[in-house]
């Protein structure tokens, strides 16, 4: 029983790793395709059809580039500081459940049926988890700035510093609230509680001030300032090439589907498919693979609204960035805070 | 399988404590405590102190010591030498190796007397560990200590400031 048990969070681990994988190098496909539609272009259209072979060329390309490590770089840290970004954020998709699961005896080799539950870890304090992890990812970032031994590196990774703390106070708080109304830190318990009604509606301030949050975390254009090309060539990854590169890129289209798919668990009401109601009476011990549809179909709404988003919406200038995050969204979250915890205890 | 968690995560958190305190980069340093506080922190969920760990890994790991990088980046303090460099290498390598020996002496004594490691995580009441365990304990039973010591930090942030203003003036 213990090894059919390792081997189902082996397969498990392994199919993330592929999915998401590949959902990255497609993201990067779907961002050029979709800013081009956005500026009347056409996009990458002549590998494959619609193009639809681009990130395997990419990814080709990216491998046999020459490897440069710059004179005077710190060899350790430069090669470390991408491997550490993609790292923590492959592994904080870890706890992310995206539907019940189901009982199986694999077809009948087994004597008793096993419950596969369509997570890979399932945490207690799964939410903190995913917080931790992305608060450990901006390491990768400053690392690489710095170790770069270039001055435009080193201004984006202190800037992805700051701007990294600063967001992260609202984007906890703005949490708080969710939390506090599903009465647990489990992220399957927190997608449950939203049978009745998705948090999205009695959370819209912790709402917006939660994606507002997360396009800073994740470096998304109007917060890009880490990486802003007018100013800093390219921030942080300025003397990077090759796949040393491409592996900070990954890393952000990583943090890209994390951001999303904690926006669906927390207020999008995870796998229910309609704000209200639940799952209108459907057997979803027999339909076990509808929730997980309607959760990835939602992570690619999210996913299209980060890309829309970019392309839509200028940069902020520093000094912008910086009283958005302490003087709006986060009074912001306190206030939403204090009302939901009000309402909690009195109503 | 634990005991084999156990003994990695330790040496790790012994290591980078030691190259904490002995490297001469303090980028390397800083990453080297926030090995440690990690290492520490897989050390809480063997106790079953989830909760513990996660914060440990958020608040040390996740924020303060990106304060304490970001302030090293700032300054761009590099291979700056230590005050105690005179200390010689063979005489380093030589107080290294009597503490490791006295620890190691230690740490035989002490098989025999501490339980192993899987008695010890069962005896935990149930709540232990969790958000809400903690939570419980916090605002009840040391709830005075607790606010105690946010009011101390309070005062240590005010001396800091207090400190590095006169500095300036």
Known sequence: MLWVEIGISVVKIALVLFVVLTLVAY???AERRISAFIQDRLGPN???????LQPIADGLKFIFKEDIIPEGANKPFYILAP??????????LAVIPIGYGFNTTFFG?????IHVSLQIADINAGLLYVLAITSLGVYGIVLGGWS???KYSLLGGIRSAAQMISYELSLGLSIIGVIAIAGSLRLYDIIDAQAKVWFLIPQCLGFLVFMVSSFAETNRLPFDLPEAEPELVAGYHT????M???MFYMAEYTNMITASALAVCLFLGGWFPLPFGGWFGIDIEKYWYLPPIVFIAKVFLMLFFFIWVRWTLPRFRYDQLMRLGWKVLFPLAVLNLIVTSAIIVFV | METIIFYVFAATSVIGSLVLVSHKNPVASALSLVLTLFSTAVLFILL??????????LVYAGAIMVLFLFTVMFLNLRDESLRFDAVKVPVKLGILSLLLLISGYFIFIGFKKIPPLNTMVISHPEPFGTVEGVGEVLFSDYLLPFELTSVLIVVAILGVVVIAKRRFD
């Open chain 1, 148 to 150: 770069s031994n270039s």
């Open chain 1, 46 to 52: 002549r590998v494959g059809p619609f193009g639809l």
């Open chain 1, 239 to 242: 003397e990077y090439s090759s």
């Open chain 1, 109 to 113: 080799n087994l004597n008793e049926p």
């Open chain 1, 244 to 246: 040393k590169f491409a």
């Open chain 2, 48 to 57: 079953l102190a989830h909760f513990i760990a996660l914060i440990q890994v």
């Open chain 1, 83 to 92: 491997a550490f970004s993609l790292v923590t954020a492959i592994i904080a």
């Open chain 1, 27 to 29: 993201l990067s496909y």
